[in-house]
């Protein structure tokens, strides 16, 4: 697939996936979130790349639903209208079960589908001047997608106050409901995230970062009884791995190790 709405590009371990419609604040459509999904795919299967970082270009990170994009979809049929529903939440939920570690890199505003793709990254560094949010009840729209990963991600209380008001907050306000994983000045927010980036790098083993986000997301949907059981199952088949062991005995040792 050739990409027209993104750019991918893999160097250093890393697969960077840029939002690339500047002129259209990075909005989406049927056809970038086709692109997306490809790319979050192929970052996927390439043992090269270890992390993906999502960002943008130009001064949004996302506007949400592109306005010709939002034409159409009132002329879609029913049907219609739920194929292209499903295609937006199978990228939700890709990224949000992803095998690896997706950080994004929020540098402008991020709104309605915009602020959900931050919330489904596993970390997400946001510029201070951004603001973020949910804004479909003011179009008579329903933020129905991200409502599924917002409550797990921040609880039902402070999700219901962001897709209810449907209004914009801050990046410090999202960072104190939980939402993110930190605030930068602009000057400052690509190397947090290059920081970040090379401690999950050099400092983590890979398979213990995809068993994890396996972990976190399986234990949300089960009793408490049942969660405790899967962790011991988990945290014993991972005693077994290869790179637990290779991280043991470099511990016992007092070894540096680089993953």
Not at 148 to 172: D, P
């Amino acid at each position: 697939m050739e990409f027209s709405y993104i750019t991918y590009a893999v160097a250093n371990r890393v697969a960077t996936i840029t939002l690339n419609r500047p002129e259209k604040r990075n909005a989406l459509n049927g056809a970038m979130v086709a692109e997306l999904r490809h790319a979050f795919h192929l970052a996927g299967a390439d043992e090269n790349a270890k992390i993906i970082l999502l960002k943008a270009n130009g001064q949004a990170f996302c506007a949400g639903a592109d306005l010709d994009y939002l034409k159409q979809l009132q002329q879609n049929t029913y049907e219609e209208n739920l194929q292209d529903s499903r295609e937006l939440s199978q990228l939700f939920q890709e990224i949000y079960d992803h095998e690896k570690v997706v950080i994004a890199q929020v540098e402008g505003h991020a709104v309605a589908g915009g602020c959900g793709l931050v919330t489904v990254c596993d970390l997400s560094f946001v510029t201070s001047e951004a603001l973020l949010g949910y804004s479909e009840v003011k179009i008579g729209f329903i933020p129905a997608l991200v409502s599924v990963f917002l409550v797990r991600k921040v609880g039902e209380g402070r999700a219901r106050k962001w897709l209810l008001t449907g209004s914009l907050y801050t990046a410090e306000q999202a960072l104190q409901d939980g939402l993110i994983t930190a605030v930068a000045a602009p000057s400052d927010l690509e190397t947090q995230v290059n920081l970040t980036i090379a401690d999950l790098l050099e400092g983590t083993a890979a398979h213990s970062l995809t068993a994890t986000k396996k972990l976190v997301n399986r234990v949300l949907e089960m009793p408490l009884t049942d969660a405790l059981e899967y962790a011991a199952q988990f945290n014993a088949e991972t005693r077994e791995h290869p790179a637990c062991r290779k991280g043991i005995q470099s511990f016992l040792n007092k070894e540096k190790l680089k993953w």
